[in-house]
């Protein structure tokens, strides 16, 4: 392993999601395993540019694995997206001696760490926390696993409300631009349709299913809708749209919003975190710079971070299917 990397800065950056603790506490405990030091930088970029760090050992990190968000705080920072901004981020850096960085967030914070590496030759390396699965290079993002968890566990909760009155529900689930917790959530649930922003399914096609699954003797029916959804203008405007037509229909909506950023993190979110850790750090020492660590085929690989960032996710066109055939 190099020698030259002995100091270790870690940051987590952009939205939070659960599973940024027990990446936190992999990395900084991996360090301690390397004999590396490891400093924690509060408020993702904003810390950076403000010096607002902490030494962490080994014990600095316990008893978080379990805990939703992040204890370094995340934050967005207007400043770093500017070169004034990365210059004294940089001066901090260098001033408190940092050889690396590993940033925990999503695509823009790894835009954010791509260009601090090439402006100032800084190696970096890149953990994808974001419950939106929307990033290339991974099949698999921390937090994305929690989230479906806990969106299946409140659909079936509303399902429970919903076939007791015969109510048709709209759930409005998290993905402003990717479909992937609103489709394997509501294949999960037991959806009667899925509207996800990859595919518009057009207001008609959606009375059709509706007014079929009505025929077919179900009398209460779920509609996981990702934010993102472009089949109407949003999930009140749906409601209304099926009420005027389908009147013998009760609607209402349920937008889950914030929660599905919560909670503890799935023991596959920690597991992975915990890999991931090891091989950001473990990377770093071996000098490479510049890359994101993923899972692929249940291995934990490297993706350029460039890649990362350019790169789109795609949507499982069989889960799609398997979906259809679920709601006959
Ligand atoms: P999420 O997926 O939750 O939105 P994210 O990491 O994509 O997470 P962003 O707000 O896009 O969240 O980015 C986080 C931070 O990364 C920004 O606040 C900014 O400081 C930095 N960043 C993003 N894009 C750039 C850029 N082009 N140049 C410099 N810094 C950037």
Redesign the pocket.
Known sequence: MSKSIKKIGVMT?????PGMNAAIRAVVRTCAFHKVDCIGIYR???GLIEGDFKEMNARSVNNIVNKGGTILKS???????TVEG?KKAHSNAMEAGLDALVVI????????AM??SQEFDFPVMGIP????N??YGTSSTLGYDTALNTVVEAIDKIRDTASSHNRLFFVEVMGRDVGHIALNAGVGAGAEEILIPEENLGKDRLLESLKRSRESGKTSSIVVVAEGDTTGENVFDLKDYVEQNLPEYEVRVSVLGHMQRGGSPSCWDRVLASRMGVKAVESLLDGKSNYMVGIQDSKITLCPIDQAVKGKTDIDLELLRVSDIMTT
């Not at 934050?75 to 997206?81: D, G, I, L, P, T």
């Not at 967030?105 to 954010?112: E, K, N």
């Not at 926390?129 to 939106?132: E, F, N, P, S």
């Open positions: 950056s952009g939205g939070d999601s993702g970029y904003q934050a967005r920072s207007q400043e770093f997206r990365r967030g999503g695509d823009g914070s790894f835009t954010g260009i601090f926390g974001t419950i939106d929307d990033i």
